[in-house]
Every structure is written in structure tokens, then in C-alpha cells.
């Protein structure tokens, strides 16, 4: 094959869609499978949907088309608030979306006045993670206007912790997040119908049992796809976290001094990269850089490899472990963690390899 590639194991997805699925249903939590980190890849969300997801959520109107085109047949939920410019769009493309600001409600209300639907909605709101979502205290106020738009059902409230301020979710943020819930709810004479609490940050506090129980839905990304939780990025019991492997050709292998020879100054990129003097060692270049993936975020599967750096096309390693063992041509492979696995997502250059019913997927 040609390299690099990225082997998607959609065995191992589904395998993991379902270890958090279970959790999640167990406490009474429904998951949305997230499939922003991947480009809205159909085979992914397929997987998702064998493991046990009830829907989609994407951050971008493409991918969702991209899955619908595909003939995936579920509700599709709009993660990243639309844009004022996109409301017809997003009518028309998906079912569901996460808003926070009054101007687009109008706008998505026009829209689905005038196309004769009606659009679901759920009202983000900001525990103190910075990022989207309307301030507590503008709750009542935002939702006091938002009743009245036709064409509109506000399906819930969510929130999105850990993302921007890395704010961890608690019993007591989940806390005052319910209770907000239930003062709508009375206040208004509505009934929310999804709570919808956490990301991948937020299983640690359903395992424990902390989780208030009126949160019944999750948006669940980087636990599936990674098999990690994404507060410490503990790897998550029964699950897996080699669904994606990057493979890499060596192109040239030589024994070369570990400090650069002559007066240096800035690299390629600007910057004055640190070098270690490790006598003459052996060096391996590979057919991956920073035009692929996010060089900080792949690891080695074979220990006996370091990653020294690299530049837009190659990345530069320590292979001296491995003298007698390696050769041009070879391939070597690396997980990757979220960041990485979004950059080979969206990276032309990296050929993406879907393996099926692989017979020892699960190990
Ligand atoms: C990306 C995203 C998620 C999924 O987050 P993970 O950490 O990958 O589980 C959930 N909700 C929103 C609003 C998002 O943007």
C-alpha cells in the first residue's frame, strides 16, 4: 500500500462504542457518537451505530452531508453552534443543533417556517468552561424569547466542559446544571427532554456513580475513537486504543552524528530546536511531517523508537535501538492521539485503510 496510511479498525470502534454505551445506558445516559475528530468518516459512524450510538453529531454541516450522502439513516445532531449565514442549510440538513444565541433561533425559526419543519434544538449553556453557551444567569431571559419562536422545539439544555478552560465536570457543576433544568422546566411549563451533560470528559464521573441522574444524554467522541477518557487520558476499561495505526516508510537510514555540524540558526519552522548529544547515532527519515499529521501527537509502537522532530514531509527518528532490525523501506507504525488523528484525518497525503471483520480485532 502506499504510504503513509491510517488503518481504521471498525471492529475495534464498535467494540468501543459499545463499552461506553453500556456504561452510559446503565445510568440511564443515551450517547450520540461524535465523529468530528474523523471528517464524518460513514464507515465510523456506521460502527458507532452497531455499537449502540442513537445518533450523530458532527461540528460541521459537510461531514453530516458527507454521512447523509452516504445513506446513513439516524438523527444527526449539529455539534458547533450554525452560523447566522447557514440557517436554510442547516433546516434542511440535519435535525438537530446546539445554539446559543438568540439572532440564529430567529433565523433557524425563519427557515424552518419556510420550509414547513420543525427544527430541534438544544440551548447551550456555560458552566465556566468559556467556550460556547449562554451564562447561567441569562438562562431564564434566553428562554423566555426562544418559546416564542414557531418552527422551533427546545429538545434540552447541554453544556460542554473541558474543551477551552479544561473545566473537569463535578457533581457540582452537573449539580447546578439539573437544577436548572428542572427551574425552566417549572418556570416555563416545558418539558426538557434532553440533559445533555458531558463529553468524553465525563465518564470518570458516571463510573463513579456521582453523576446526577436527571443527566440522560452524552455526546461521546475521543472515548470511542481513542479508547481514552479525556481528563488524565487514562486509557477507559474494555476498551481499545489502537483502532488507528499510522504507518510510515523509512526513506533513508543512516549513521550520523546527534549534533547538527556548523554555526545553526532557526529551522524551517522558526524555531531553535534543542539538541541532545547522544555520540553518532543511527537515523532514520520517514515519509510523514507536519503536512500530514500533528508531529507532537504520534507515539512509536516499537519502544526501541524516539522521535527526534521533524519538518513538513519528514519526521526525523532515533532508530539506533533497533540497528540490525530496520531497513529503507520498512514500514513503522504509531497511535496517535486526538490531535494527531484529526490532522491524518484531514491530511490528503494520508491514505485511510478501513479494516473489516478483522478476525483477532479485539485483542
Ligand atoms: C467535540 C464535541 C463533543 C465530543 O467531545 P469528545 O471529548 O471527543 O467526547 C461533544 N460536544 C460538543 C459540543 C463537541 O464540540
Given at each position: 500500500m502506499e504510504t503513509p496510511y491510517l488503518t481504521i479498525d471498525l471492529d475495534k470502534i464498535e467494540h468501543n462504542t459499545r463499552a461506553i454505551v453500556d456504561l452510559c445506558n446503565k445510568h440511564g445516559i443515551a450517547v450520540t457518537g461524535v465523529t468530528k475528530g474523523v471528517c464524518g468518516h460513514p464507515g465510523i459512524a456506521e460502527a458507532m451505530l452497531r455499537g449502540g450510538v442513537t445518533s450523530i453529531g458532527d461540528s460541521r454541516l459537510k461531514n453530516i452531508q458527507r454521512l447523509r450522502n452516504a445513506g446513513i439513516d439516524t438523527t444527526f445532531m449539529l455539534?458547533?453552534?450554525?452560523p447566522l449565514s447557514t440557517v436554510g442549510t442547516v433546516v434542511e440538513s440535519v435535525d438537530l443543533s446546539l445554539n446559543s444565541e438568540l439572532a440564529v433561533l430567529e433565523g433557524l425559526s425563519a427557515a424552518a417556517v419556510l420550509a414547513g419543519k420543525i427544527h430541534d434544538v438544544i440551548l447551550m449553556v456555560d458552566f465556566?468552561?468559556?467556550?460556547?453557551g449562554i451564562w447561567p444567569d441569562d438562562v431564564i431571559a434566553f428562554v423566555r424569547e426562544a418559546i416564542?419562536?414557531?418552527?422551533?422545539?427546545?429538545?434540552g439544555i447541554g453544556t460542554n466542559l473541558?474543551?477551552?478552560?479544561?473545566v473537569v465536570p463535578s457533581e457540582a457543576n452537573m449539580g447546578q446544571f439539573v437544577a436548572l433544568a428542572n427551574e425552566l422546566e417549572q418556570r416555563?411549563?416545558?418539558?426538557?427532554?434532553?440533559?445533555s451533560g458531558i463529553n468524553s470528559s465525563g465518564l470518570e464521573l458516571i463510573a463513579s456513580g456521582r453523576m446526577p441522574w436527571r443527566i440522560n444524554h452524552a455526546r461521546i467522541g475521543e472515548a470511542i475513537l481513542?479508547?481514552?477518557?479525556?481528563?488524565?487520558r487514562k486509557p477507559w476499561p474494555g476498551t481499545v486504543q489502537n483502532a488507528f495505526v499510522l504507518y510510515a516508510e523509512v526513506l533513508e537510514l543512516k549513521k550520523k552524528p546527534s549534533l547538527p555540524v556548523g554555526e545553526r540558526s532557526e529551522d524551517a519552522f522558526g524555531e531553535l530546536t534543542g539538541f541532545e548529544d547522544r555520540g553518532k547515532i543511527l537515523r532514520a527519515l520517514i515519509n510523514v511531517g507536519r503536512e500530514d499529521i500533528d508531529i507532537n501527537g504520534i507515539t512509536p509502537i516499537d519502544s526501541r523508537i524516539d522521535i527526534l522532530g521533524g519538518s513538513s514531509g519528514y519526521l526525523v527518528l532515533d532508530v539506533t535501538a533497533m540497528e540490525d532490525n530496520i531497513a529503507v523501506g520498512d514500514e513503522l507504525s504509531f497511535t496517535l492521539n486526538y490531535s494527531a488523528l484529526l490532522t491524518a484525518m484531514t491530511s490528503e497525503y494520508v491514505t485511510k485503510h478501513t479494516l473489516k471483520n478483522s478476525a483477532n480485532s479485539v485483542e
Open positions: 455539534l458547533r453552534v450554525p465556566g468552561d468559556l467556550r460556547e416564542r419562536l414557531d418552527g422551533i422545539r427546545i429538545q473541558a474543551c477551552f478552560g479544561g416555563f411549563t416545558i418539558t426538557l427532554e434532553w440533559i481513542l479508547g481514552c477518557e479525556t481528563i488524565q
